[in-house]
C-alpha cells in the first residue's frame, strides 16, 4: 500500500533554532517527492521537488534530502521564524503509465516561539 | 493574481442540500486536481482531469460527488445530498504536465455541513 508517514506529529521550537522533519514512505513507482509548507487555513505551496537521483535540494532556509535507498527524506529549517509556523507537508508521487499520483502525508504541524 | 482560484472560500450548507465549488487552474495548466482534506490531515485525492478528460477517480469520489471540466479550462465539483461528513477543507490544484511539473494549489473552499 502506497503510504507516506511524517514525524514529529508536532513540533515546537524557539526562533532562531533550527529543526529536523522527517518522511518516510513506501510508494512505488517512485517518481518524485516533494515538501510543502501549508498555512493554517490556506493552500499548501511547494518547497522542494525532487526526483530519485537528487540527494539534497535548498529553497533559502529550507533543505530537503532524499534517500530513494531507504525511501526516507527530511526537511531541515535553519534559523526558524515566526513565519516558519505552519503545517509541513510531505508529498511523494508514483507514476504508472504516464499516470501520476499523488500520495501526501499528514504533516508536521510546526510552532516557532518568540 | 495569476494563481489558482477557488470559490467560494467558504460555504455553510444544511445537510441534505447541494453545492457546487469552482476552480479556476493556472491558465495552460492542462492537470487539474481536486482534494480533500479534515482537520489535521493531509489532502486526500479525490479527481484529477487533463485538459477535460477526467482521467482517475478516488472510491472516496462517492456517487454524490461529481466533477467536470467542461471546455478544459475551469472545473467545478458538485456534492449533493451533503451530510456531515463532507465537512471539510476541499482544494483544488493544477499543473503544467506531470512528472515533476509543480503542482500549484489554490487557496481552498472550506465546508460546513450543519
Known amino acids: 500500500k502506497n503510504q507516506v508517514e511524517q514525524s514529529p506529529q508536532s513540533l515546537i521550537i524557539l526562533e532562531g533554532k533550527n529543526c529536523t522533519l522527517q518522511c518516510n514512505y513506501t510508494v512505488s513507482p517512485f517518481s518524485n517527492l516533494r515538501w510543502y509548507k501549508q498555512d493554517t487555513g490556506r493552500g499548501p505551496v511547494s518547497l522542494t521537488i525532487m526526483t530519485f537521483s537528487e540527494n539534497t535540494k535548498s529553497n533559502g532556509r529550507y533543505t530537503a534530502t532524499l534517500d530513494a535507498d531507504t525511501k526516507q527524506s527530511s526537511l531541515h529549517i535553519t534559523a526558524s521564524q515566526l513565519s516558519d509556523s505552519a503545517s509541513y507537508i510531505c508529498v511523494v508521487s508514483a507514476s504508472t503509465s504516464g499516470t501520476y499520483k499523488y500520495i501526501f502525508g499528514t504533516g508536521t504541524r510546526l510552532k516557532v516561539l518568540a | 493574481d495569476t494563481g489558482v482560484s477557488q470559490n467560494p472560500r467558504h460555504k455553510i450548507t444544511k445537510r441534505g442540500q447541494n453545492v457546487t465549488f469552482r476552480c479556476d487552474p493556472i491558465s495552460e495548466h492542462n492537470r487539474l486536481y481536486w482534494y480533500r482534506q479534515t482537520l489535521g490531515q493531509g489532502p486526500e485525492f479525490l479527481t484529477y482531469?487533463?485538459?477535460?478528460?477526467?482521467?482517475?477517480k478516488s472510491r472516496l469520489l462517492s456517487d454524490r460527488f461529481s466533477a467536470e471540466r467542461p471546455k478544459g479550462s475551469f472545473s467545478t465539483l458538485e456534492i449533493q445530498r451533503t451530510e456531515q461528513g463532507d465537512s471539510a477543507m476541499y482544494l483544488c490544484?493544477?499543473?503544467?504536465?506531470?512528472?515533476?511539473?509543480?503542482?500549484?494549489f489554490g487557496q481552498g473552499t472550506r465546508l460546513t455541513v450543519v
Open positions: 490544484a493544477s499543473s503544467l504536465g506531470g512528472g515533476v511539473a509543480e503542482a500549484f
Open positions: 482531469f487533463q485538459n477535460e478528460a477526467q482521467l482517475e
